[in-house]
């Protein structure tokens, strides 16, 4: 296995071997949205699809719709059918709010990467996509230098899940229960089923050896063991990986700060200390990124289910951020993809999310933009205010679903394993139905609480 072993580990983020094709940052990125910080990663165990799919299953009061008094007029949303919020027209209109939030064609609430940086007050469009109403989810558009990033990474997952199955399983690592490296068949689409579709790298986005503490390392070493790259047999793998990953952090901790400011707004001093998104963020050393690759599902005429490529499942973390997923066109066996970011031939499949109505819908992230989901311990540590979502991704149907495979990225931004997930004052931690939580418990207690109660086949 290819575990680094770079100098003055500890305080060294990644470097990228050269930045200039990257454009220039804004100054204000790593400063801006000082405050409140979490991340929703993998890695706090087993697969967190493993329990995440259980989780989601055995939580059937996610599904809540408090009417309001504009639910009785249909919405004309093109994009909502179903929906009860009152509003005619090309905005969506959530109850109670105002209509100047942007949105995707999709009807995803969408904000710009400029007014970010610009510190703009979104507090509107957090409490549209992440209030109880939301679905959990907003888009970022207009990031510089991203499709680029996509551009070099995506194409990779393919590339790596084509090499010999003997040079892949030098990259699995089954001591940190499968969350650095390469894992393919480990987690559970649903109960019984393993992922045979699909194919994760997971590495550390931002930090190849997080913690030099042989200690903590040896206890937890799904958060802490250093990144596993297969420098040997892949070495574009590490590069691309790393600039993508940390350009979403980025862009994430821009995300979090305007958490933060909704967040304080409502509940101000109530807040527990460390309950910061956007700082918990930028502490953290566990952040996961996880390079995806659903293979194509060439005979498997059976219909398609909404988990067809990815379990139903909630992020646990605290931010989880979302390229728009590639899609492939090759023959089986072959090594390099005939034809790559095609349009997808079945407009079914990909991610959907279910929302707190219990409507499944499908959510696109366009090309040029970054989605963002909130994970359960946002929701715990702000009482709900903030709310994640389940999602699952749909695999193409019969016969278009022939030599068609899916690559994606995600970044699970959670907080460092000894943060204590505290609910805000007055909001007893008992009632705080999240998944495994249990009061008192710290992040690193709740995510393996949340493998061991749902599922770990490696324990
Ligand atoms: O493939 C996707 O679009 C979503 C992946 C996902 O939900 C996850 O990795 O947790």
Redesign the pocket.
């Known amino acids: 296995m290819g575990f680094p072993s770079r100098g003055s580990p500890c305080e060294r983020k990644y470097d990228p071997p050269c930045e200039s094709w990257l454009p220039p940052r804004a100054t204000a990125l790593r400063d801006e949205g000082a405050g409140p910080g979490t991340r929703a990663g ?1 890695g706090a165990g087993v697969s ?2 493993h329990r ?1 799919t259980q989780v989601a299953r055995m939580r059937p009061n996610r599904a809540v719709w408090r009417p309001s008094p504009l639910s009785r007029v249909a919405c004309a949303h093109p994009a909502r059918r179903g929906c009860r919020c009152g509003t005619v027209g090309r905005r969506h209109e959530a109850p109670g709010m105002s209509s100047d939030v942007a949105e995707t064609k999709d009807g995803v609430v969408l904000l710009d990467y400029a007014q970010l940086v610009a510190g703009a007050d979104l507090s509107a469009a957090i409490e549209r996509a992440y209030g109880h109403d939301g679905i959990g989810l907003l888009v970022v558009r207009g990031i510089p230098g991203l499709a680029e990033l996509r551009d070099n990474l995506l194409p990779l997952g393919f590339r790596f899940a084509a090499l010999p199955t003997e040079v892949k399983d030098r990259y699995v690592h089954a001591r940190s229960s499968y969350s650095f490296g390469w894992s393919h068949g480990k987690e559970l689409l649903r109960p019984g089923q393993f992922d045979e579709f699909k194919g ?1 790298y997971y590495n550390n986005p931002q930090y190849d050896v997080p913690h030099t503490d042989a200690e903590l390392i040896e206890k937890h070493p799904e958060n802490y063991h250093p990144n596993v790259w297969p420098d040997a047999d892949f070495p574009e793998l590490r590069p691309a990986f790393m600039a993508l990953g940390q350009r979403m952090v980025d862009v994430g901790v821009l995300v979090a700060g305007q958490c933060d400011k909704y967040v304080q707004a409502k509940l101000g001093s109530r807040l527990a200390p460390d309950a910061a998104l956007a700082k918990t963020i930028r502490d953290s050393r566990t952040c996961k990124a ?1 390079l ?1 690759y ?1 293979f194509a599902i060439n005979e498997d005429a059976t219909p398609r289910t909404r988990d067809s ?2 379990g139903w ?1 909630s ?1 646990h973390g605290s931010l ?1 951020a ?1 390229c728009p ?1 590639m899609y492939f066109e090759a023959e089986p066996g072959a090594a390099e993809p005939a034809r790559k970011d095609i349009p997808v031939p079945d407009p079914e499949a ?2 959907y999310v279910r929302t707190r109505s219990g409507e499944e819908r499908k959510v696109v ?1 366009p090309k040029d933009s970054l989605a963002f ?1 909130i994970g359960e311990s946002s929701q715990i540590v702000t009482g709900g205010l903030l709310r994640s979502t389940p ?3 749909q695999a193409l149907a019969h016969p278009a679903s022939r030599n068609i495979s ?1 690559a ?1 990225f ?1 970044v ?1 931004m959670q907080p460092d394993n000894d943060m204590h997930l505290r609910p805000p004052e007055g909001v007893d931690p008992a009632e705080q139905k999240v998944g495994a939580f249990q009061p008192g418990m710290t992040f690193g207690d709740f995510a393996k609480a949340t493998f061991a109660k749902f599922y770990n086949p490696y324990a």
């Open positions: 993998r967190a699809h995440e994760s996880r995806l659903y490529w990815c499942h992020d989880t979302l997923a990909g991610l992230i989901q999602h699952a991704v899916r994606t995600a699970f």
